[in-house]
């Protein structure tokens, strides 16, 4: 089952000179993958997020979560639908500073006026999943920038949405965080079926995506499937990257 579908998807910025950030974009995304979008800086990709997200409106073309085109329901319907289907993890955590680790995990199911029973028992499991349950009673300052990102993930997916959509999510983190973070996408997507869509500018966090999408200068350049070896994909996706060109820092 298609989970994302993108049709032909423009985005232009409109200002003393207009920009066309996002050019004809189609891609699915099935049920159950994980996938990556790489691209140079101001290729478009957080535009792409924006309007996957609703955060910002596509200027043409359609963005359809579950055969819904999101950008056709009413204001009260998207924001239901998207509390119920969409997840959220970016590069800084987006923790609230004055709730402890509980708190700031149990906001989406808070929002949706979840019984506290059944609040318990999906905290309890998504904090024993994720390795949080003796910080739960923390604050975020008190915990470290992996903690966080797990924190931020287990928020993102306590209401179990359809699709998580990850900004950059390993983006500020040392290499062993980023690797206990990328187990913690691989297991909630292998364990427990979560799609996700997964910017990332690191080729090694990319490689353990079963599919990338690269995009340059606001089009699709290139897409690839992983065979069986991670480390042959990873090359696969450097010369990628060497093909689209940008700054070396870009990734
Ligand atoms: N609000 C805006 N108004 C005008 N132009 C914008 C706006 N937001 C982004 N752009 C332009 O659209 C293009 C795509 O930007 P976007 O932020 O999507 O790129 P990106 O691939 O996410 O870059 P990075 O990797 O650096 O975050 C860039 O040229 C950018 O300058």
Redesign the pocket.
């Known amino acids: 089952m298609n989970e994302l579908e993108l049709k032909k998807v423009c985005k232009i ?1 409109e ?1 003393t000179v207009s ?1 066309q ?1 996002l050019d004809d974009i189609d891609f699915t995304v099935k049920s159950g993958e994980f996938v990556g979008v790489m ?10 997020l ?1 309007v996957i997200s609703t955060n910002d409106f596509p200027t043409s073309g359609q963005v359809l979560l579950l055969n819904q085109d999101l950008h056709r329901l009413s204001e009260d319907s998207l924001a239901q639908f998207r509390r119920s289907n969409l997840g959220f993890v970016f590069q800084d955590f987006n923790l609230m500073d004055s709730l402890t680790i509980r708190e700031n995990i149990l906001l989406p199911l808070a929002l949706e006026g979840t019984r506290f029973s059944a609040m318990k028992q999906a905290l309890q499991e998504i904090a024993m999943q994720l390795r949080l349950t003796e910080i739960l009673e923390r604050f975020p300052f008190e915990i470290s920038g992996g903690q966080a990102q797990r924190v931020a993930i287990a928020r993102a997916i306590i209401h179990r949405p359809s699709l998580l959509l990850a900004d950059e999510p390993t983006g500020n983190l040392d290499s062993r965080s980023s690797h206990d973070v990328l187990s913690v996408l691989e297991q909630m997507n292998q364990d427990f079926g979560v799609t996700i869509l997964m ?1 990332t ?1 690191d080729p090694i966090v990319a490689s353990h995506c079963h599919r990338v999408i690269f ?1 340059k200068d ?1 089009r699709i350049y290139n897409e690839m499937y992983r065979g069986e070896k991670q480390q042959d994909f990873y090359h696969e996706i450097l010369n990628v990257l060497s093909l689209l060109g940008g700054a070396r820092y ?1 990734f």
């Not at 691209?39 to 792409?48: H, I």
């Open positions: 910025y200002g920009y950030a691209g140079p800086s101001g290729s478009g990709k957080s535009t792409l924006n910017v500018h995009i606001g870009d």
